[in-house]
T-cell receptor
């Protein structure tokens, strides 16, 4: 299994508070991703990173920011949490994005279940 | 927009064969991946098609037809442990290798 951990695994917070989720990898992979998963929507990309300090928006980035100061860590911050951000958040990593399936496969972390009351 | 369509639910019996279809409408498409997810756990990679045709990995096979914007996952000799959600996901050029996921198909395997 790819070495990916997420913390915390579960969090309950209140509307309006800031929340930071952490993704940590031990694989030295260049690419990291944050997804959210909601019933009926599959997994949707929030933000991704293609290197240290290099990030870009995904399809559902409003209300979220990210930072990557080290290869191994990718942080997702909810600036002011809202109930619509209650979800399961998954981090993923991939070694490359070339056309080789053995290297550009995305591996997912265990997820963080976030509840915003 | 970019979207992938797959059936929401499929039911089959142990030992049978089941096919999960996926049609896609994406720009910059260069391949189709399949992931399995048990009970909200981490999605795990099953198969990838970068070219048209069939890819076989043990009991699982995946097929892609670019001209039809269509693919499928074929599961043979179904086992109870195959009960899970299955997602097709399109890989897109020049966007950080991002995946666009379908909504998932929940497979129930009955004895």
């Amino acid at each position: 299994d790819a070495g990916i951990t997420q913390s915390p695994r579960h969090k309950v917070t209140e509307t309006g508070t800031p929340v930071t989720l952490r993704c940590h990898q031990t694989e030295n992979h260049r690419y990291m991703y944050w997804y959210r998963q909601d019933p009926g929507h599959g997994l949707r990309l929030i933000h991704y990173s293609y290197g240290v300090k290099d990030t870009d928006k995904g399809e559902v980035s409003d209300g979220y920011s990210v930072s990557r100061s080290k290869t191994e860590d990718f942080l997702l911050t909810l600036e002011s949490a809202t109930s619509s951000q209650t979800s399961v958040y998954f981090c993923a990593i991939s070694e490359t994005i070339t056309s080789g399936p053995s290297t550009d496969t995305q591996y997912f972390g265990p997820g963080t279940r976030l509840t915003v009351l | 927009g970019q979207s992938l369509e797959q059936p929401s639910e499929v039911t089959a019996v142990e030992g049978a064969i089941v096919q999960i279809n996926c049609t896609y409408q994406t720009s910059g498409f260069y391949g189709l991946s399949w992931y399995q997810q048990h009970d909200g756990g981490a999605p795990t990679f099953l198969s990838y098609n970068g070219l048209d045709g069939l890819e076989e990995t043990g009991r699982f096979s995946s097929f892609l037809s670019r001209s039809d914007s269509y693919g499928y996952l074929l599961l043979q000799e179904l086992q109870m442990k195959d009960s899970a959600s299955y997602f097709c996901a399109a890989r897109v050029y020049n966007q950080g290798g991002k995946l666009i996921f379908g909504q998932g198909t929940e497979l129930s395997v009955k004895p």
